[in-house]
């Protein structure tokens, strides 16, 4: 979906390949640990989060990236298209900030894609997703205060960076330490 829906030279689609390899080095090495991880779906994950810029370069590119997989029958893999937008958030605070419209808002319902716990896939794929910035891997503080000073400081910046934080915490105990210490040796093939 990724070739199909993407220019080769879009920069958009070099962050997803280089968030799919940073969810699949996670992944490798939360499951080495001992913690049952899928890592190619873990990559896939991180490779499709951001499908929606296809469509959409605002944050509603999570309700098209979702919506584009689940017309190709790809429902359940679009899902980290949406989760990695609403970052924790219900569908009702998703309408207030703008990310979706009530109509949409009640679709989502309907399909039920928001009802089932993020699972650990997912999370990687976001949490890889909040360390990859336009030049490489950065610490989770450094991209949402980038974040910040391109768009403005806004309440649901600070929310959605320590939403972001608590799954960098639970993966760290997972990884044995920070999921961005556990990719800087990555740094250069992710460039």
Known sequence: MLDKYSSADASWRAHCLQVGVAARRLAELISQRGHP??????????????????????????????????????????????????????????????????EERSQ??????????????????????????????????????????????QPHHYQDEAWVETLAEELSGQLGMHPYEALRGLNDDLL
């Not at 190619?40 to 098209?64: M, N």
């Open 108 to 153: 989502l319902k309907a399909d039920d894609c928001t009802s089932q716990p993020v699972c650990q896939e997912e999370k990687i794929a976001i949490l890889a997703d909040a360390l990859m910035s336009d030049t490489g891997l950065v610490p989770i503080e450094e991209k949402y205060a980038n974040a910040r000073r391109r768009y403005g400081a």
């Open 37 to 102: 991880t899928d890592v190619d779906k873990a990559e896939i994950l991180g490779l499709l989060h951001d499908l929606g810029r296809s469509q959409e370069h605002s944050l509603r590119h999570g309700i098209e990236g979702y919506l584009l997989a689940r017309s190709k029958g790809h429902r359940d893999q679009g899902r980290v298209c949406l989760l990695h937008v609403l970052k924790g958030r219900s569908l009702v605070e998703a309408v207030r900030l703008g990310l979706l419209t009530e």
